[in-house]
């Protein structure tokens, strides 16, 4: 059978809540930022490790392990993410009568449906979602995204000697994501870059559901 005869049994339920859906995807978001707060900390992050001859085998798996756990976690934060913004339009599509088909809730559609249910109401919460569309912030969501289904994202550090430890393994002074887009701030501390993001996503929430 080929793909194009081939269809989907999988779609939204009446049980599915949208809102809540977006949340729990806004909520992962968070639970991989606090995973990688952690990691950070940890020995494999920290030291330059991998041309130490004194580690064992065994050791150096034990850390190259935390490195990839590392990069699961910051490629899970932008697939997080971008659900909670893929489920505010599933919620926009329900909640204000657009009738697209599940199949074509993106936005390029949800901008040129026109609302059945509140339409007042449906002209300023477009607007909100297609601010954020059109923001500088979440095309890099975007882009960071869509480049995580190719490959771990790529992630630049400096090392350098630690101040209670010259003589000792350089340790990490600055660790930042390669910018997604032209004109992106080029090094910016990554945990701070990407907890932006998830408060920009935040506000979009709250006027979305609550204003």
Known sequence: MSNETQESSLQLLPV?????SALTS???AHYHLDALRSLLGKPALQILWK???K???DEHSSLQAQVNEFHWHIRGFFWELVSAFDAMLHWSNTRFGLRLREQDVRWKKVALASATIDADVWAQKKMTLQ????????FEVRQYRNFAHRS??????EYGPHQDDPHGPHRLKFMWLMPARVGQTPVFDVITHISDYIREMGLIG???FHR
């Open 206 to 208: 709250e006027k979305l």
């Open 16 to 20: 599915h809540d949208l809102e809540e």
């Open 152 to 157: 771990f994202l790529i992630l630049q550090a």
């Open 55 to 57: 580690i064992s085998p």
């Open 131 to 138: 601010s954020a569309w059109e923001s500088n912030w979440f």
């Open 51 to 53: 041309d130490d001859s």
């Open 26 to 28: 806004f909520n992962g």
